[in-house]
């Protein structure tokens, strides 16, 4: 286990390496010619290269292989810099088939690098990652969360602040019961990304099922509604606990029946309750593109 963990590591390691003026032509142009290789351009004095530097070699780690980095020094080896014409630094080329072929200046977000390294690969870096979202977000839909909560996982393994990966765990949490530990999830998001699309529906998620916590039985709600139809608490109530268990049809129905009866209830609370449930539910989802299209109809006829 050891041994084998040993070489994973080493082998995550070759990927970045530092080159000379001497190493050149081995490092990148003979090594370009089996997968990319990047050519990081940086010197000890300068404060956006140490801001770059830790970015590509934690991109190029993550690609698995499919490109490589070397490092030169410029105050140490300047001839290569010199007879490439950089003047200024952090400066990034990338070399494919013994070419110099694309590049960048500056120190760019992370974001920026991996769409850079994706479109160096012809998509190939990333394919990995967004496969394996995919299918835990699939394993979600289908009710399969144990087995998205390991999909999710092994993303997080590789990248523990993949965002969507968080949010899709904390979407196990809530389905399971589990609150608490949807709230912990949550929280390990950074807060510039707290407003991301599937970091608010994962909270419009949570809310929703908090809200379930305290209203009653569904039976008990029903009979409640059926012994006076405009009880709009009840109906309320029984919406929320209906989506509690998954029935989004049946909790979108009650809602659209207090907003069809009377909009200004509650200030408007049976519109802003299915539309917190829109979000929580995904755009996409099929109960979520039918609610809004009878919403629609209900406020704009």
């Known amino acids: 286990m050891l041994q084998n963990g040993g070489g994973t590591m080493a082998a995550a390691e070759s990927v970045?390496?530092?080159?000379?003026?001497?190493?050149?032509?081995?490092?990148?142009?003979?090594?370009?010619?089996?997968?990319?290789?990047?050519?990081?351009?940086?010197?000890?004095?300068?404060g956006p290269c140490k801001q770059l530097t830790p970015i590509l070699e934690k991109a190029v780690k993550s690609a698995k292989g499919k490109v490589k980095l070397a490092k030169m020094n410029i105050d140490e080896h300047p001839a290569i810099p010199g007879q490439m014409g950089i003047?200024?630094?952090?400066?990034?080329?990338?070399?494919?088939?013994?070419?110099?072929?694309d590049g960048f200046m500056g120190a760019l977000p992370e974001s920026q690098v991996m769409a850079f390294l994706e479109r160096l690969t012809k998509g190939a870096v990333g394919a990995e990652?967004?496969?394996?979202?995919?299918?835990?977000?699939?394993?979600?839909?289908?009710?399969?969360?144990?087995?998205?909560?390991?999909?999710?996982g092994q993303l997080l393994t590789q990248d523990s602040g993949n965002v969507a990966a968080l949010a899709g765990l904390a979407r196990c949490y809530v389905l399971t019961g589990a609150l608490e530990q949807a709230k912990?999830?949550?929280?390990?998001?950074?807060?510039?990304?707290?407003?991301?699309?599937?970091?608010?529906?994962?909270?419009?998620?949570?809310?929703?099922?908090?809200?379930a916590k305290a209203v009653g039985p569904i039976d008990e709600l029903e009979r409640k509604v059926a012994a006076n139809p405009l009880d709009h608490q009840a109906r309320f109530d029984l919406a929320t606990a209906l989506n509690a268990k998954g029935k989004r049809n049946e909790a979108a129905n009650h809602l659209l029946e207090i907003v069809k009866r009377d909009r200004?209830?509650?200030?408007?609370?049976?519109?802003?309750?299915?539309?917190?449930?829109?979000?929580?539910?995904?755009?996409?989802?099929?109960?979520?593109?039918?609610?809004?299209?009878?919403l629609s109809s209900i406020l704009f006829s």
């Open 87 to 101: 003047q200024s630094i952090p400066a990034v080329i990338a070399f494919s088939n013994g070419q110099p072929v």
């Open 264 to 294: 200004k209830w509650n200030d408007d609370g049976a519109r802003k309750q299915l539309v917190q449930f829109f979000e929580a539910w995904g755009f996409t989802d099929p109960s979520t593109v039918e609610g809004r299209k009878r």
């Open 129 to 152: 990652e967004r496969d394996l979202m995919k299918a835990a977000d699939e394993a979600l839909a289908a009710g399969d969360t144990a087995g998205a909560a390991n999909l999710y």
């Open 184 to 211: 912990q999830t949550l929280a390990m998001v950074p807060e510039g990304k707290r407003n991301e699309t599937a970091v608010a529906a994962a909270r419009a998620a949570l809310e929703v099922a908090e809200q």
């Open 16 to 46: 970045v390496k530092e080159t000379t003026t001497q190493g050149f032509i081995k490092d990148v142009i003979e090594a370009s010619k089996k997968q990319p290789v990047l050519v990081d351009f940086w010197a000890p004095w300068c």
